[in-house]
């Protein structure tokens, strides 16, 4: 008989580069599909989310200062944890329900989508910069920069770990820093992406994610004055009505917020990625150069 | 847990062991060498302190600091700590203008008319006069530091000179350095010489003695220091230059909290409070707040008793403030940065 227990994990926040427990201790039991049973996953209360936002501005920074290519190249390392970590992707894919031939092809699908943002870092200013005709003597050019702080709520159900990767990485591609409000119904492959995040060489605190309740962690994320944007992606754990309560908070610092619908995007096809999805969080800095001699 | 202290059980005051103070300029004041001269130095007996529990210390400051404050509470809390606050800047790069700015962030931190003034500025002697202009008319006082700040290792005359320059320039409180390499060296003598000295350099100015509780190792040792600070004649005792770390840490507020409990008990005169460097967020200050109410009482929640030195402090407690306000958080962006 083997007597041996097994070694559970407990699915935690992954906040400034550490998996910590939820400060006010709550959990949240989300269903697993493979065993029958359930996971409990931390419920981050709004505390968390201001160490998240702590995090992530300190992310920023060191990550927007690193070169385009350096980060290309993490992202590329990104990618090659990923693909030594498929087994576990597609476990936590079918812990969600998904059966194991579709899990692998997500979890394909979402590496080729992590390569696929590793080749953009060093050309978004290449594409997105330009000199303008200007009427005076002066160079006239514009270069985009990180928007800053991003809370991304990726979809909830569907595809979690293709829709997480392709919501995220265009994000953080160009050097902005994420809070991530993970899907309520599938967390656990969240967190085991953030494992491979955690492993990749990315500065601590460029990826932040909080599990728990989206109707409590919205609401905190949009009124928060030091997050920059979110990208909010409505579906059955974000409603019309929370979408709209978050454009309003989010108005009170400028927010920049982008209420989109997950199902207007086949995610498995090339038009989710692109320039399209980097673009919006991204600053135009204008400067004016006299010309001279 | 009173402090026995047998050498000053009869007579109170800076002289009361009745030993010289070393004349400024003498040969021997440099390092305080004896000579055959003057006898009297060794006669210096420093206090009597008992030795320092340091995980009892460290555990009991660690309980205070898990006091949950919410609310009203929290609010009129925030608002104390930016009362007593010493907004500081001790930079080689301050300016004229910087100082200025930072005189009116002290009068007015935060737009909300409930929000106080900060109880002084603590700046560079040269700066005191453009301080003393920019605060004029207000309650606000200004602090200066002087003594050879941070090191203190310049010849009495030196500090003394400075001591009286800062007060001339209009200084209303001096805060002074005590010479830790002579107290690590056992010269106790010195130490209570030179801060006997410097009380009496400053006239009607305010002396805090910084203690650089950072430099000096250990508990006892820090024990050792506040006793001689007060029974030296200071009137307050400051844990930090803010240029050394560690800086003020719980523990050691607390600490030197119980030596002035311990004299005040002995009938001494009420002696202040300053932790100054590492008190950086709202919550450390209410926990401060907390370790000085529970160890000295309500008369010592008062900014002529205790005072938080800070800088970065200020705008972390008022993004607290405008958070019970208004229910977000706020962010840095939206505050001065000096």
């Known amino acids: 008989m083997d007597t041996r227990l097994p070694v559970e994990k407990t699915y935690k926040l992954f906040i400034k580069g550490e998996f910590v427990r939820s400060e006010s201790g709550r959990a949240l039991a989300v269903p697993n599909e493979s065993t029958g049973g359930i996971t409990q996953v931390s419920r981050a209360s709004r505390k968390d989310a201001r160490e998240a936002v702590i995090a992530a501005k300190a992310g920023w920074h060191a990550w927007a200062s690193k070169t385009a290519y350096l980060r290309g190249q993490i992202l590329y390392r990104l990618a090659e944890v990923m693909e030594g970590r498929r087994a576990e992707l597609c476990e936590a894919r079918t812990q969600a329900g998904v059966s194991s031939d579709e899990a692998r092809e997500e979890v394909d699908l979402a590496i080729d989508r992590t390569v696929h943002y590793a080749g953009w870092a060093d050309k978004i200013s290449i594409l997105l910069s330009s000199t303008n005709p200007v009427a005076g003597p002066h160079f006239n050019v514009t270069s985009p920069e990180p928007t800053g702080v991003v809370a991304v709520v990726p979809p909830d159900g569907g595809a979690t770990l293709l829709t997480l990767v392709s919501t995220v990485l265009p994000v953080i591609v160009s050097g902005n820093g994420a809070i991530v409000v993970a899907p309520e119904r599938d967390p656990r492959t969240t967190i085991v992406w953030c494992e491979c995040v955690a492993t990749s060489d990315m500065p601590a605190g460029v990826v932040n994610v909080l599990t728990g309740l989206r109707s409590e962690l919205v609401p905190q994320v949009a009124k928060h004055m030091d997050i920059h944007a979110l990208d909010l992606w409505k579906s059955d754990t974000v409603d019309a009505e929370l979408a709209k309560s978050a454009s309003v908070d989010g108005a009170e610092n400028v927010k920049r917020v982008k209420v989109r619908d997950a199902q207007s995007v086949d995610w498995a096809s090339d038009d989710a990625q692109g320039l399209s999805f980097i673009e919006p969080w991204l600053e135009l800095k204008t400067v004016w150069h006299p010309v001279g001699l | ?338």
Not at chain 2, 221 to 229: D, K, T
């Open chain 2, 1 to 338: 847990m009173a402090l026995k202290k047998k050498a000053v059980s009869t007579s109170r005051g800076a002289r009361s062991n009745g030993h010289a103070i070393v004349k400024p300029g003498s040969q021997d004041e440099a390092l305080h060498l004896p000579t055959g001269g003057d006898r009297r130095r060794h006669t210096y007996r420093p206090p009597h302190v008992p030795p320092v529990e340091a995980v009892g210390l460290e555990e009991r400051a660690a309980s205070l600091a898990k006091r949950s404050i919410k609310k009203a509470s929290k609010l009129e809390g925030l608002k104390m700590a930016i009362s007593m606050m010493d907004l500081t800047t001790l930079e080689g790069k301050d300016t004229p203008g910087k100082v200025v700015a930072m005189c009116r962030k002290a009068l007015r931190p935060h737009d909300r008319l409930d929000v106080p003034s900060c109880a002084a500025v603590c700046v560079y002697p040269n700066l005191v006069p453009v301080a003393k202009r920019a605060l004029a008319g207000s309650t606000v006082k200004i602090a200066s530091v002087a003594t050879a700040f941070p090191s203190g290792q310049s010849p009495l005359k030196v500090k003394l000179d400075d001591v009286r320059r800062a007060v001339e320039f209009g200084a209303d409180e001096i805060d002074m350095v005590i010479d830790r390499g002579a107290f690590l060296r056992g010269d106790y003598g010195k130490v209570f010489d030179e801060i006997a000295a410097t009380k009496e350099a400053c006239g009607r100015a305010h002396l805090k003695v910084i203690l650089e509780t950072g430099e000096l190792g250990t508990y006892d040792n820090v024990r050792l220091a506040s006793a001689i600070a007060i029974e030296a004649g200071g009137d307050f005792i400051k844990t930090s230059t803010g240029k050394v770390q560690p800086a003020a840490t719980l523990p050691v507020t607390l600490l030197m909290l119980e030596v002035i409990r311990d004299y005040v008990d002995d009938g001494w005169r009420v002696i202040g409070m300053k932790p100054a460097g590492g008190v950086r967020n709202a919550k450390q200050a209410l926990q401060y707040l907390c370790v000085v109410k529970e160890t000295l009482g309500d008369q010592w929640l008062d900014p002529d008793l205790f005072r938080f030195g800070a800088s970065a402090l200020l705008n972390d407690v008022l993004m607290q403030i405008e958070k019970e306000h208004t229910g977000r958080y706020a962010g840095e962006d939206y505050f001065s940065k000096d």
